[in-house]
Every structure is written in structure tokens, then in C-alpha cells.
């Protein structure tokens, strides 16, 4: 694949995850925007050259980002959707540019093929100008995750850190013995043996549950985000075990069948870790998306 066509993939991959975040379908997309739904398919596939033209195919990827709640600057950056030098027009001086200039008595003559041109492309860049002016929708509100204070409304996908993987153990109840109070004997007579005070027992402590190790041909990945990112993890079948935005301080724990394919959105603000051993996504990244199989 092109360096070019898998930039636009990456791009087209943003797009469908933040549409399936929102819980839109193609069909509803295309009807906010007032587009066909081969044309949102064809953005979501990275096929840009599928659009008409660039002036369009910007216009057309700067309201969908705005439409998701996404900067559309970085991805038109990416997919490099500029005029291209094909469609640059050279303006030639006419043949008869220094003869003799008409009277005025002459018949006007007809506009010349350059003239034409310029026109025609005059038309192309106000039709693109118009269409972004008047197509560009409310940018769509992303709910931020609630507060730690704030009780929840319904169990998380995915528990906190330390919740899935090792136990708490329960506090331990000190018993305080109680001390009879001295009995004083009458005068001449032996007092008994007072009888042993029982010996208090401590509740039995149980011991720590140790962290889970993956079942057999399953394995284990954990995400630590710093920042705003958007992931997906998929199982050997291919079937989405997990998808969504991340944010700062979040952390996302996933198993599955081996092997997983992760693809993440901004690497940059994403710590991967695989059945506990960091890895390095570096070499995996291209464009700030960063795609790697764990087996």
C-alpha cells in the first residue's frame, strides 16, 4: 500500500471509530450532512480520489470531523487533500499580444480557451467556498467522563485499575480481652484459683489473592492513557473486544483470544502494556496512529 492511500486508511479509521462512538450509523451521518452515503463510505475507506475534486473532498472531510466532535485540521494535514499542480492553470501570453490593437469599428472577438479556464475554475473554488459556509454543522458535544466523587449510574465496561487483577484484603478487628475485677477473700479462707481467661483470637486474615494469569491461547493487554485517544482491540475472529475514547489518567484492561490487533489513535498518549511487559509503539506508529498484533 502507498504511503499516501495508508495515511488516508488511518484517517478513514478515526472517523468510523468516533462515528461508532457516537452510536450514528452511515445513513445518519449522510443525512446531517446532506451527503450520500457512498461518500461518507468512500471517507471512512480513506478513498478520498472517490470525491469530486479536492476543493469538495476538503469541504466534505472539514464538516464530518466538526460533525464528531474531532479538529479537522490534522486529518486534511494528513490526507494532503491540496490542489494539485494538474489543476494549476498557466496563464500564456496571446500570440498577437504586441500586433496591432482592434479599431473600433470591429467585431468584437470571442473569449479566448484561457480565459474560459480561469473562469471555469473560478466557478469550482466558489462552489467549494459556498458549500463549506453553508454545509459546516454545530461541532457535536463529547460527554467527558464524570468525576471520581460522583457515584456511578450503572457498572463501567471496564473495572478501575486494580479491581480486576488483585484483591484488597479485608481489615483487621482487634479484640481487647476484658480484666475481671479483683475480689478481695474474707479473713481465714483460701480463695479458688481464679479459672484462665479464654485468649482472645484475631480474625483470621486471609491471604492477598494473587493477580490472574491469562487461561490458556488467551492473552492480556492494558492501556494507560495521559491523554485524549481513540482505540480498538480485536480478537484472533476479528470480533471488537473493546473500542472508545480514552482520556488522561484512564486505565483500559482487555482479554481475548490471541492474537489481539490494537490499533490506537494518538500513540503518543498511550502507554501498552502486554500480560504485564511494557511495549514499545514506536516502530508500530505512522502518523500518530499506531496498529500492532500481540500473540
Known sequence: MEPERADAAAVGEILRGAREMHGLTVANV?????????????????????LPGPAFA??????????????PEPLISVVGVEASASEAVELTPVSNAEGV????????????????VAFALLLVVLAGWYFDWFRTPAPVEVAMPLPAETAPLSEPAFPPPGTEEEGVPPATVE????????????????PPAPAAAPQPQAAPVPA???????????????????GESWYE?????GSVLATGIGSAGQVRSVRG???????????????????????DLAPHTRVSVARVTLR
Open 30 to 50: 449522510a443525512q446531517m450532512l446532506k451527503l450520500g452515503s457512498r461518500q461518507i463510505e468512500a471517507m471512512e475507506a480513506g478513498r478520498f480520489d472517490l
Open 58 to 71: 476538503r469541504g466534505f472531510l472539514r464538516n464530518y470531523a466538526r460533525q464528531l466532535g474531532l479538529d
Open 101 to 116: 490593437m482592434p479599431v473600433g469599428g470591429d467585431r468584437p472577438t470571442s473569449p479566448t480557451p484561457v480565459a474560459v
Open 175 to 190: 479484640v481487647v480481652p476484658t480484666v475481671p475485677e479483683a475480689v478481695v477473700p474474707a479473713p481465714g479462707v483460701t
Open 208 to 226: 492477598p489473592r494473587l493477580a490472574e494469569a491469562p487461561a490458556a491461547g488467551e492473552t492480556r493487554v492494558e492501556l494507560r492513557f495521559s
Open 233 to 237: 482491540v480485536r480478537d484472533a475472529a
Open 257 to 279: 483470544g490471541a492474537p489481539l490487533a490494537v490499533v490506537i489513535g494518538n500513540a503518543g498518549e498511550v502507554s501498552l502494556s502486554h500480560n504485564g511487559q511494557p511495549v
